[in-house]
């Protein structure tokens, strides 16, 4: 598990799908080995539905980690809403990516925080179902609304929020590797 401190303002999407890429990279690895295999495969037997299959991985993988993209984005966008975070803490390990806030905040806006992150996987989600209504690929995006079910994160700070409506909440780092 690697556990890195970033100020606010430095933090970029493109700093958060590079560190998602990097937790998720044993995944990713077999996911594009697989694309190269039915590629191959495709073109030594001229199957066009091999090529098809392979295409059709790539394409849900990068659908699952565009959905965790947008998710902790959202978290951060929510996070510069509010002047209480002054940083962030990334958190990854193999499986496991998370965005959390260093600072004060009151527990309705920690619960805005919470549910921003699913919510903006969800928002993306039914822009995909309206543009792509059979491709099933909206459900990569959509299924993040379980991350507001109590045992994940997000879940577990929307209860905090609600718990501690006026009041202001100090938020802690986890110990930093350096």
């Known amino acids: 598990m690697t556990v ?3 100020a606010l303002r430095d933090v970029t999407a ?3 799908a590079k560190q998602l890429i990097w937790s998720c990279s044993l995944p990713f690895a077999a996911a594009a080995l697989g694309f190269t295999a039915c590629t191959f495969l495709a ?5 066009p539905i091999l090529f098809r299959a392979g295409l059709w991985l790539l394409v849900h993988v990068l659908c699952l980690l565009c959905g965790f993209l947008v998710h902790e984005w959202s978290h951060v966008a929510g996070m510069r809403l509010f002047h209480g975070i002054s940083d962030v803490v990334v958190s990854s390990g193999i499986l496991r990516f998370s965005v959390i806030p260093v600072g004060h905040l009151y527990g309705w806006q920690i619960a805005i925080v919470a549910i921003l992150g699913p919510g903006g996987s969800c928002l993306v989600g039914a822009l995909v179902a309206l543009l792509a209504p059979g491709s099933f690929l909206q459900y990569w995006f959509l299924l993040h609304a379980v991350f507001l079910l109590p045992f994940f994160g997000d879940g577990r700070s ?4 609600i718990r501690a409506w006026a009041r202001p909440v100090g938020l802690r780092a986890p110990v930093v590797n350096r």
């Open 14 to 16: 493109g700093l958060i």
């Open 43 to 47: 073109a030594m037997t001229t199957d």
């Open 158 to 161: 929307l209860i905090l929020g």
């Open 4 to 6: 890195r401190k970033f």
